[in-house]
């Protein structure tokens, strides 16, 4: 009752999670969503700094790499510098031998050429241009033509191939860009570099920025402590043209793909612009971008370097760090998943093992107050369980029962034996048996035992379960109801029912058989008599009695009937002779003449008995009653206390 109503208010899900469980399960996975987003946000910052690290190392290499190049390409310039200030003159044979034999083209790549641009005073030209053309050709000349008040003209340039001997004769300082740094090196004395120009050497193709280191080259001997003295002992300059495009992809080995580099003169503008890794491509706007400034020969370069996307992609390894994060939360997921099926079960577990509980306390407090015998036995019959009513149906201590086998209770075994019971429990039937049990006591009790299969989890019985219910009471109340349904109440002697009964059988046996069967009509005689002077109880009291000597006079196989009153009849279902059931009838007559002693006193009576045979004095029950009822009458006219048969 309390069970089916705490169902009915709080239906049961058992198949569905707890709200704690779902909630728990939808913030662990909460969380891992959150710390994945998070993970991949700062992996993309950590990304974003190394990227700029990774950059920044690479464009300060970058500068060192420059640097350091034109660190090499001053040493040269100095040793040809103090070659040609050794000399007291201007010897170009002697030059350009020591040029060739530099072979500077392998010791200091980079270089279009090394040269010599010669210092040309005021009127002295024609006389340059004269000795040129002895040393260099009938076709010298300085050129751009022009008048200038101070002039120079490349006279040596090596190697001597064609794109340098464009430039033999040309007037640098002619041109802006390289007079500034013309000018700026005689002022310093220190080698200076040119800003962004075009080198003569260029032809229509791939045209290229140029720039020019030059170094001054002053008279042997001369002072050349201030700037008036540097000017008035100057020679002319040595000096070595580059080609940026040329010069720089000596210098950019690796990450050519993924790494745009640009190199701007002093300015980060498109006028400015050196050199370009990607000609035509827009600059990003992304930031990922490191800017260098490099100090070479006088002049700032800007040194810019932006990564392009295969950069990015090759230090790229947040997806890699991103999926173990992912992983992570997974197993995070998986093992909260897990945590929360675990603790469903174990509160299902809980609320099974509870209810479980309270189901066994019940039915152990009904076995427990039960006044039927419950019993359980293993596989052999053997009692393995008695509850109280049990032990006190049998009258035995559990001690003696457990282990008894179930069938040495009872003695007739129900009719079938313990293997006939086991294979029938084997098969699953349940089955009752009405048993007669012996007590401890020695008492005799009429029990109904029901036995029902207890099987294991497979199906196969390993026990029985036995409900035993003492029904001795009700089987005397029914023997007791019966008995009262075919015999007197006063004397027990057979009802008229019951005696209708047997005669009918007698008549269907002796037909059968052919055998003869008698009937006695037995009236007592002044019955009335007693009654009226000894009153009714004493006139009970001989019937009784009349009855227990009647039964005592004849066989146990014979019936004897009460009629009414002070009427009785006899069967006796097989006779031989007539005389036979006269023997008999003689017999009661004597048994009922002999005195009774009732209440303390004497009494006399006697009896007249009518006897009908069959087949001879009728040949139905009616016909032969009426017989006897003639005889019993006859007997009466005869004057009492005597058997007559009418013939
Ligand atoms: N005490 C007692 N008397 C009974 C019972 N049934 C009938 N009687 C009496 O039995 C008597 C039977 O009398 P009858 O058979 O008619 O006459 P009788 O006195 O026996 O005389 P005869 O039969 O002619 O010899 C009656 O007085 C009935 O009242 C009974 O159950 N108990």
Redesign the pocket.
């Known amino acids: 009752m309390h069970d089916a109503q705490e169902q009915g208010t709080r239906p049961a899900l058992p198949r569905s999670w707890s709200p704690a469980g779902v909630a728990f399960l939808a913030i662990a996975l909460s969380c891992a969503i959150a710390a994945a987003l998070v993970v991949w946000r700062h992996l993309g910052q950590r990304h974003e700094e190394q990227m700029h690290a990774h950059l920044a190392s690479h464009s300060a290499e970058l500068v060192l790499k420059v640097s350091e190049r034109f660190h090499t390409y001053r040493m040269l310039l100095r040793g040809g510098q103090a070659f040609l200030r050794s000399r007291e003159d201007l010897d170009l044979d002697v030059w350009r031998t020591y040029l060739q034999r530099l072979s500077f083209q392998e010791d200091f790549p980079g270089v279009q050429g090394i040269g010599f641009a010669q210092w040309i005073w005021p009127g002295q030209l024609e006389a340059h241009t004269r000795a040129m053309r002895e040393f260099a050709g009938s076709d010298y000349r300085v050129w751009p033509e022009g008048q200038r008040e101070f002039l120079s003209s490349i006279v040596v340039l090596e190697p001597a191939d064609w794109r340098n001997a464009r430039a033999i004769g040309y007037d640098m300082y002619s041109e802006p860009v390289r007079r500034e740094a013309m000018d700026r090196a005689v002022r310093s004395g220190e080698p200076a570099l040119s800003g962004k120009t075009v080198l003569v050497q260029e032809t229509e193709t791939d045209v290229q920025a140029g720039v020019l280191l030059y170094m001054p080259v002053f008279g042997d001997g001369m002072p050349v402590a201030t700037e008036a003295e540097r000017w008035a002992a100057l020679r002319g300059w040595v000096y070595l043209p580059f080609r940026m495009a040329s010069l720089m992809r000596q210098m950019l080995d690796q990450h050519a793909g993924q790494i745009r580099v640009q190199v701007f003169d002093r300015i980060h503008a498109p006028e400015a612009l050196l050199y370009d890794s990607h000609p035509g491509m827009p600059e990003s706007g992304s930031g990922r971008v490191s800017t260098e400034r490099a100090m070479l020969g006088g002049v700032e370069w800007i040194i810019r370097l932006e990564a392009l996307p295969s950069f990015d992609a090759e230090h790229d390894i947040r997806q890699a760090e991103f999926v173990s994060v992912v992983l992570v939360g997974v197993l995070l997921v998986v093992t909260a998943l897990f945590f929360v099926i675990t603790r469903e079960r174990a509160a299902r577990l809980a609320r099974t093992t509870e209810s479980l509980r309270r189901s066994e306390a019940k039915y152990s407090a009904l076995v427990n107050l039960a006044h039927d015998g419950i019993a359980a036995t293993d596989a052999d019959f053997r009692l393995t369980f008695v509850n109280p009513g049990f032990v006190a149906l049998v009258g035995r201590d559990e001690s003696r029962l457990l282990g008894r086998s179930l069938d040495e209770l009872w003695a007739d075994g129900g009719g079938e034996s313990r293997d006939v019971i086991l294979a029938r429990l084997g098969e699953g039937e349940s089955k009752r048996y009405e048993v007669r049990l012996t007590r401890g006591d020695g008492r005799q009790l009429t029990v109904l035992v029901s036995l029902a299969p207890l099987n294991d989890g497979w199906g196969h019985m390993k026990g029985a379960i036995a409900l035993l219910s003492d029904i001795t009471e009700r089987k005397e109340a029914e023997r007791r109801i019966a008995h009262m349904a075919t015999h007197d109440i006063?004397t027990g002697a057979v009802n008229r029912l019951m005696f209708g009964e047997l005669l009918g059988y007698a008549f269907v046996q002796a037909r059968r058989s052919g055998h003869r069967f008698a009937l006695l009509f037995i009236?007592?005689?002044?019955?009335?008599?007693?009654?009226d002077e000894m009153g009714?109880y004493v006139?009970?009291l001989l019937?009784c009695e009349a009855v227990r000597r009647m039964q005592g006079s004849i066989r146990s196989s014979d019936a004897l009937g009460r009629r009414?009153?002070?009427e009785f009849v006899v069967l006796l279902p097989e006779v031989g002779a007539a005389t036979d059931a006269e023997i008999v009838a003689e017999k009661i007559r004597g048994a009922l003449e002999k005195p009774f002693v009732l209440e303390g006193r004497e009494v006399r009576i006697s009896s007249?008995i009518g006897i009908a045979i069959y087949p001879e004095d009728g040949n139905d029950d009616h016909e032969l009653m009426c017989r006897a009822d003639e005889a019993m009458y006859r007997a009466?006219l005869g004057g009492?206390n005597r058997a007559c048969r009418v013939r």
């Not at 009236?523 to 009654?531: A, E, G, M």
């Open positions: 006063l009236d007592l005689d002044h019955f009335k008599r007693v009654n009714h006139g009970d019937l009414g009153g002070d007249s009466k009492r």
